[in-house]
Nanobody, 127 residues
């Protein structure tokens, strides 16, 4: 059974940083592209960042480009999201997700492609 467990959320002031982690079990992470999504109250869940199964390809939402960095350690079955220069608009519940991939460098961005989800970790940024 696939399990994704996020951690690392918290409350910070604008301009601060957080590092989110997602530990995966029940799957061979090197066969899955991984993504981070977020959902703010009253809004749709949106794509934040994705990384290919081999870690070479990455894609970011325009709103976080240059501030967030996604990475992975397949030996630890863990994916990370380093969030710097945080803004109040980044406040949301952040979810980790996995998408089975047959192409090493593919980075999916569509929510519908992802089939496994964690429970989320809350990041709150105050002004």
């Amino acid at each position: 059974q696939v399990q994704l467990v996020e951690s690392g959320g918290g409350s910070v002031q604008a301009g601060g940083s957080l590092r989110l982690s997602c530990a995966a079990s029940g799957l061979t992470s090197s066969l899955f592209a991984m993504g981070w999504f977020r959902q703010a109250p009253g809004k749709e869940r949106e794509f934040v960042a994705g990384i290919s199964r081999n870690g070479v390809g990455t894609t970011y939402a325009d709103s976080v480009k240059g501030r967030f960095t996604i990475s992975r350690d397949n030996a630890k079955n863990t994916v990370y999201l380093q969030m710097n220069s945080l803004k109040p608009d980044d406040t949301a519940l952040y979810y980790c997700s996995a998408a089975r991939s047959s192409t090493p460098g593919w980075v999916p961005v569509l929510r519908s492609v992802y089939s496994n989800w964690g429970q989320g970790t809350q990041a709150t940024v105050s002004s």
